[in-house]
């Protein structure tokens, strides 16, 4: 099994930076590919970023090249650098991991608890 905790989420305004983490315990040496997921009220959960053990990356095209996804192997720790935040950023953000090299969103086989971020204008 592998644990997933997301953390650096919170209330920031329009405009601002964020980084989110997500640190990774337990069999992690069978995960391949790290994700991240965010859930609006009502909504479906929506892919957000993807990054592979050798670090090649996949972003949702609505991120618009504002969010960064990157990892640190050593620390087991996947973390999504978030800019320019806008007030429809805001959801719950899940982070994932799969042991497939390109999964799609149902290919994931662990889940964070999520982390809250708000953006207020």
């Known amino acids: 099994q592998v644990q997933l905790v997301e953390s650096g989420g919170g209330l920031v305004q329009t405009g601002d930076s964020l980084r989110l983490s997500c640190a990774a315990s337990?069999?992690?040496?069978?995960?391949?590919?790290m994700g991240w997921f965010r859930q609006f009220p009502g909504k479906e959960r929506e892919f957000v970023a993807r990054i592979s053990w050798s670090g090649i990356t996949q972003y949702a095209d609505s991120m618009n090249g504002r969010f960064t996804i990157s990892r640190d192997n050593a620390k087991n720790t996947v973390y999504l650098q978030m800019n320019s935040l806008k007030r429809e950023d805001t959801a719950v953000y899940y982070c994932a991991g799969s042991r497939l090299f390109a999964p799609e969103a149902r290919d994931y086989d662990y889940w964070g608890q999520g982390t809250q971020v708000t953006v207020s204008s």
């Open positions: 337990g069999r992690t040496f069978s995960v391949n590919t």
